[in-house]
């Protein structure tokens, strides 16, 4: 009977393993678009919800798996700063991939809540970011002219009124509506499509939602994500818009106490392309 038990036994470890394997993984899309040079091609990591990340050897994977990868730039919409851990696991990360690609921050809510907000943008900047608050910078890339914007996070401290963080997100941006560089929006919050669709971004950036938390591949792409609730329509994964192609990473995060289901932590690499 013993061993007639020990082989079900064994598969379901290995299927619980599996399931809750918490080893970063690469997730890739291509996107087309006419405003790339021809004979161009931009390739973008999206690094997000990092949450000062306490393991050195997280830290180390992670970082060598950016320096593997070959990056043009590399994106952090948000939570790369906790608001409870120490941010030396913010910082050791951001040292150890300084270099590799330009690094772009927009602020996450776990930010805003850190009462740190004078701090953190001189603690990134240490380190060669580019922090982008309700800002946005003209560059060129690969020889690809871009034009690269973070939007605050709605929980900033700053918006203590209804409807101010909708009004700087029509409004900050709309001198860009004219430029032909391929527009590319930082933006934590995946569930504010609302707004995005209204702003002058031809990719939007974002993550928060930590992929739902539990997947079922081919069923369920997220069962719970915060702001958005149960079955969340944007946990993971890229969305196509008339306006605007819009990319959430399912994030790097890990905690041993909230485990992710079929939900790999992620480094996103997306290639724009000439259409």
Known sequence: MKRKLLLP????????????????TVRQY??????????????LAVVSDLHSELSQKRREALAALLQQEHPDL??????????IRPQYGAADLLQRV???APLYFSLGNHECRSQQLATIPRLLGRYGVHCLCNSWEEVTVAGIPICIGGLNDPEHPSYQFAGGWLHDAQTVFSSLEQSDRLRILLSHRPEKVFAYRAMPFDLVLSGHAHGGQVRIPGLLNGLYAPNQGLLPPYAGGMYRHPTFTHVVSRGVSHYMLLPRVCNRPEVVIITVCRE
């Open 74 to 83: 590399i994106a952090m919409p948000g939570d790369i700063v906790d608001d």
């Open 9 to 24: 036994a064994l598969v379901g470890c290995t299927a619980a393993y599996a399931a809750c394997h918490s080893g970063i």
């Open 98 to 100: 300084q270099g590799i």
């Open 30 to 43: 291509t996107i087309k678009t006419s405003r790339i040079p021809k004979g161009k091609a931009l390739r």
